[in-house]
């Protein structure tokens, strides 16, 4: 088992790891954000991949992020489950900055992104009820929770285009469908994970109120300043959720592919069919 680990805003180095590599990847869809750093993670001798998915100075935004080349690295160096945090916004009153939550819905309000590493003569139609692997939604909640980390498991987080912050109509609005948390980068990662047959999940560090709040405006002040206030926690909760996973683990995220390519392998182009090989290989074959 390989374990990605994926840096959101705040969090731009890896954990404490040991025999620390750096793996330089190029991806049929480029270059990822930064060199993904691997070693082994204390005692458990566990092997991690950090990527932050930002950059190691922020330099991506989240329109033009480079997920695929990221959830593809990641697929190259072998990793088979991805732990993510996200800085996000909230949309209640029980979700105050500076708490963790763990969502288990995505609701996506994007309109510039590429969602899928599929096309250009290969359809794939994928089951994604379940955004997030609910086995590791429970695990990563129970690893905050075992390090004394206010955490919050369960909730929708709505994913916006950006990188503005929302409009004040807009935060009502979402306030109105019940959804939990706003942030830009929930999209089309966890997609792109799921076509890559990944476990994935999120713990997202709650930065600010959105705009929702009466005499409340989202600055980037004070979403940094929240950020890195969360950075302990979310690297706590993280290591743990490293050091207690079952060795064993294994879900249906890992044969996700199956019975969804809706093209003919004979049909596929030749370039494409190089390009997916890493992703549906098996399959096709």
């Known amino acids: 088992m390989t374990i990605g680990f994926i840096g959101g805003s705040g969090i731009y180095e890896s954990l404490p790891l040991e025999n620390i590599r750096d793996v330089e ?23 991690v991949a950090f990527l932050p998915r930002h950059g ?4 991506h935004s989240p329109t033009n992020l480079p997920y695929h080349a990221n959830i593809y690295a990641l697929k190259q160096v072998g990793v ?13 009153e029980a979700l105050s900055p500076r708490t963790l939550v763990v969502p288990d819905q995505i609701y996506d309000r994007t309109k510039n992104r590429d969602l899928s590493f599929f096309g250009d003569g290969i359809v794939v139609h994928q089951p994604f009820a379940e955004p997030y692997c609910p086995e590791m939604v429970e695990h990563l909640a129970d690893s905050a929770e075992a ?8 909730g929708t987080y709505v994913c916006i285009e950006g990188p503005q912050y929302s409009t004040r109509a807009e935060s009502e609005f979402y306030r109105a469908q019940g959804w939990d948390v706003v942030g ?19 713990l997202a560090g ?5 705009v929702w709040k009466e005499d409340h405006e989202v600055t980037l002040e004070e979403v ?11 690297k706590a909760a993280i290591e743990e959720a490293i050091r207690a996973f079952p060795e064993d683990h294994d879900c249906s995220c890992h044969s996700s592919l199956e019975g969804t390519i809706n093209t003919s392998s004979e049909a596929i182009p030749e370039e494409t069919r190089k390009r997916v090989e890493l992703l549906v290989g098996e399959y096709l074959d």
């Open 184 to 202: 830009m980068t929930a999209i089309p990662e966890a997609k792109l994970a799921r076509e890559a047959e990944m476990c994935y999940a999120t």
């Open 224 to 234: 940094l300043e929240n950020a890195a206030a969360n950075e302990d926690a979310i």
């Open 147 to 154: 390090v004394d980390a206010a955490v919050s498991q369960g």
């Open 80 to 92: 088979t489950h991805v732990l993510a945090t996200n800085a996000v916004g909230s949309l209640t």
């Open 56 to 59: 190691p100075d922020h330099q």
């Open 206 to 210: 709650v930065t600010d109120y959105d």
């Open 25 to 47: 990847t190029t991806t049929p869809y480029g270059d990822p954000s930064a060199a993904v750093t691997i070693g082994e993670f204390g005692d458990t001798g566990r092997e």
